[in-house]
């Protein structure tokens, strides 16, 4: 990996819940989770259940010194947490941010919930990383390493979500899931976030089809993404926070459709990596 070196790997893809078995062996079983390299400085989105392999790969790096960002707080956003080996190496560093929880919750208090008697053995004093945690407003534009900038602005769902447009290098990877539009009228959070960007990872949680009977679950649809994408300039629309029934040969038909709506377009897989 050279230093000016951009990609994104998905290690979890799929929504609200996990759901692995043969139906979703292609596509992958696994919750939110994904690396982001600028350089060599590492950014991970969100810590469910994908957060698990990806802990197991970065073992093999030696200790940890990453910018972690949530999306939210659902359970299927942050259940990789307990599971995250890398809390208890007294070399690993993390910075763990939000932004949609002040001024009721932080981030460091919705994490140290999951660690505590009866959900898991693992207390928060076996945790020996160093650990900063920040709560910010979703909007604000945050700089967590010279040369890496993320924009931020909340997204529309239950208690709140963050969408992260992440730049360096010239180029922008975005980052909006867990967000429900409204038919006819594109959201211009989103457009603001995305424009000119070169990639953008939506969530795709159902069709527009299967959308009406969904109003009100804080997701979107694979034709929203579309629209967003071709409204804003973005070069590369990614599919991605796959229903949980919606197994592999559901998802090759999705891929077959988007493809041809907006070519180019790109169905997210566990392990797939992207260049912008």
Known sequence: MTNDDFYVRFWGVRGSMPCPGVATERYGGNTSCLEIRCGGRLIILDGGTGLRPFDRALAADGPLDADMFFSHAHLDHICGW???????????????SAGHLLPDHTI????????????????????????????????????????????????????????????????????????????GAADRNILGLIAGADMVI??????????????????????????????????????????????DDFMDRVAADVERARPGSVVAREGMTLRP
């Open 82 to 96: 307990p599971f995250f080996t890398s809390l208890l190496r007294p070399q690993s560093s993390l910075t763990v």
């Open 108 to 183: 460091e208090q919705v994490l140290a919930g999951l660690l505590r008697d009866p959900f898991t053995p693992v207390r928060p004093d076996r945790v020996r990383a160093r650990i900063t945690y920040h709560d910010f407003h979703a909007g604000e534009t945050l700089e967590p390493r010279p040369g890496i900038r993320l924009r931020t602005a909340p997204l529309n769902h239950p208690q709140g979500a963050t969408g992260y447009r992440v730049e360096y290098g010239g180029r922008a990877i975005c980052y909006l899931t867990d967000t429900e539009h409204v038919p």
């Open 202 to 247: 939506y969530d795709s949680t159902y069709t527009d089809e299967e959308f009406p009977g969904y109003v009100n679950w804080g997701h979107s649809t694979w034709q929203e993404g579309v629209r967003l994408c071709d409204a804003a300039g973005v070069k590369t629309f990614v599919v991605f926070h796959h229903e949980p029934d919606h197994g």
